[in-house]
């Protein structure tokens, strides 16, 4: 640590953590968001250790940022998807401090794994408006693109929100696994081959015309 903090630096640290001597600090330097991929990994490799896999601890995670951030064009980003419904709490600083707004957006996590996700989606027309205009999307843009939705917005969609859950998972956890390939019925590898049905097969030329589809052939590298 001395190699990277001043002597003054360390002692704040030192200070405001309330560490004592056999106590260890882990410091990722970096974007927000990698530093936080790091930190949030090694939160779970270390809990591993602590874990009673005959224990099982459930938790909801709420209230994620509704933007994780802005693109190389200064736009902003959804965190989750440009439908999710902002918390009600944040609407007034939706325009002027959107990275602090949060989202009604949600995950089950259980012994660390991650078992499904969702969120409340919106239903109101001038709620959505704002979110494509937040997202640098025009009027007619979101008029060609998505006006049936806030077209059928006008007639008074109820609230609805969605829940994806992983069953294989949860598999996992039960029976012991740490990889879901162990316990997935059709596991594909990195490549995204199936080696239960030999898929991806050759395609027959009749389908490629039925679709007015074709396959143009790779050029050759002569360098």
């Not at 874990?51 to 909801?60: G, I, K, L, Q």
């Not at 440009?82 to 957006?105: A, G, H, Y």
Request: hydrophobic share 40%.
């Amino acid at each position: 640590m001395s190699k990277f903090l001043t002597e003054e630096e360390s002692k704040n640290l030192i200070a405001s953590t309330n560490v004592y001597e056999g106590d260890v600090i882990l410091i990722v330097g970096d974007e927000w968001q990698k530093a936080c991929e790091v930190l949030g990994q090694l939160r779970i490799d270390l809990g591993k250790n602590q874990a009673d896999s005959n224990e099982f601890r459930y938790v909801w995670v709420i209230d994620f940022p509704l933007f994780e951030g802005i693109d190389e064009d200064g736009r902003l980003v959804s965190a989750h998807h440009p439908f999710t419904m902002p918390n009600e709490e944040d609407f007034d600083i939706l325009e002027s401090d959107p990275l602090s707004v949060r989202s009604q957006s949600y995950d089950l996590v259980l012994n660390g794994w991650e078992l499904g996700s969702g969120s409340i989606r919106i239903h109101r027309g001038d709620v959505q408006s704002r979110m494509f205009s937040l997202l640098g999307v025009s009027e007619d843009e979101a008029s060609n693109r998505f006006g049936f939705l806030l077209e059928a917005f006008k007639y008074g969609a109820p609230p609805h929100g969605g829940f994806a859950f992983g069953i294989d998972r949860l598999t996992a956890l039960l029976v012991g696994e740490e990889n879901i390939r162990e316990v997935i019925a059709f596991p594909k590898t990195q490549s995204g081959s199936d080696l239960m049905t030999g898929a991806p097969k050759e395609i027959e030329t009749k389908v490629w015309d039925l679709l007015g589809l074709s396959v143009k052939p790779q050029k050759k590298d002569l360098s």
